[in-house]
Nanobody
Framework: QLQASGGGLVQSGGSLRLSCTAP????????MGWFRQAPGKEREFVAS????????LYDDSVKGRFTISRDNAKSTTYLQMNSLKPEDTAVYFC?????????????????WGQGTQVTVSS
């Protein structure tokens, strides 16, 4: 139900913007999150945003470089990624939470997108 897009191949230091669209009923009143999974690694939290957009959380590894935002009128959540590093290479997933409050724990999220590949070359 969630559709992530915007991934691609970019050089180190470059930027990408990921988008996640979903049916309004899936995201209405729910927080949204971005997670990523690199080959051979566990899926990890990247960022989350509350329904109202007034509570933002970031993993320390992306703080200051990534920005999460949402446009509820468009049922779309974004992840602006700047100053990308090779270690940011992963499949990025968006997810809709069970409540309006954002959080880091995967168990807080009910619906998941199919993922979009981000590859950062050195």
């Amino acid at each position: 139900q969630l559709q992530a897009s915007g991934g691609g191949l970019v050089q180190s230091g470059g930027s990408l913007r990921l988008s996640c669209t979903a049916p309004r009923r899936t995201v209405s009143n729910n927080a949204m999150g971005w997670f990523r999974q690199a080959p051979g690694k566990e899926r990890e939290f990247v960022a989350s945003i509350s329904w109202r957009g007034d509570s933002l959380l970031y993993d320390d590894s992306v703080k200051g470089r990534f920005t999460i935002s949402r446009d509820n009128a468009k049922s779309t959540t974004y992840l602006q990624m700047n100053s990308l590093k090779p270690e940011d290479t992963a499949v990025y997933f968006c997810a809709a939470a069970r409540t309006s409050y954002s959080g880091r724990d995967r168990s807080l999220y009910r619906y998941w997108g199919q993922g979009t590949q981000v590859t950062v070359s050195s």
